[in-house]
């Protein structure tokens, strides 16, 4: 299977602890999404890499959180002193780069449950 | 922020029956992409459009570019059982912020057999 992979598939973490999540995108594509879904919404974009090089963060995206692409392959998004709110299904995308239109395709997410 | 409002929020449907859905905006996207996603798992990609006016099929999926940009349709013909999701809709402005996809809030399908 070429798509991309996303571990764990679930992690329930006590407030306060700090997650580490890994995505592993499609291996031709050297673009790199995070998104937030939380339940009844559609995803949120949180940050891209193009390569390693982080392009955009969103506001959404607060100082406890950070993300990484070292060497433009597998990311990570860290959540640091995880709150309830932190709770949702954490999305990861890849894509081509290619001119003004970029077909993004879904790992199958990791859920993170804060208690 | 943009905002993708989508309609209807739910719908419930016989198989065999056709269905439209559709999403709009305030603001312009050059691309518009549409997703299914299934309780647990990632979206998956349906259809993409890149040009205002553009009709594009995949089996029995057929999606519309808004000739404003902003808006989009799907339509799933002959619906079955295993159709049953939720749609999502996404934009995308093509300029320096090529790599962000907004997201509307989704259509829920439910097909009786």
Known sequence: ?115 | GQQLNQSPQSMFIQEGEDVSMNCTSSSIFNTWLWYKQDPGEGPVLLIALYKAGELTSNGRLTAQFGITRKDSFLNISASIPSDVGIYFCAGQQGNTNAGKSTFGDGTTLTVKP
């Open chain 1, 1 to 115: 299977d070429t798509g991309v992979s996303q571990n764990p598939r679930h992690k329930i973490t006590k407030r306060g602890q700090n997650v580490t999540f890994r995505c592993d995108p499609i291996s031709e594509h050297n673009r790199l999404y995070w998104y937030r879904q939380t339940l009844g919404q559609g995803p949120e974009f949180l940050t891209y890499f193009q390569n390693e090089a982080q392009l955009e963060k969103s506001r959404l995206l607060s100082d406890r959180f950070s993300a990484e692409r070292p060497k433009g392959s597998f990311s990570t998004l860290e959540i640091q002193r995880t709150e309830q709110g932190d709770s949702a299904m954490y999305l990861c995308a890849s894509s081509k780069d290619r001119l003004l239109s970029y077909e993004q395709y879904f790992g199958p997410g990791t859920r993170l449950t804060v208690t």
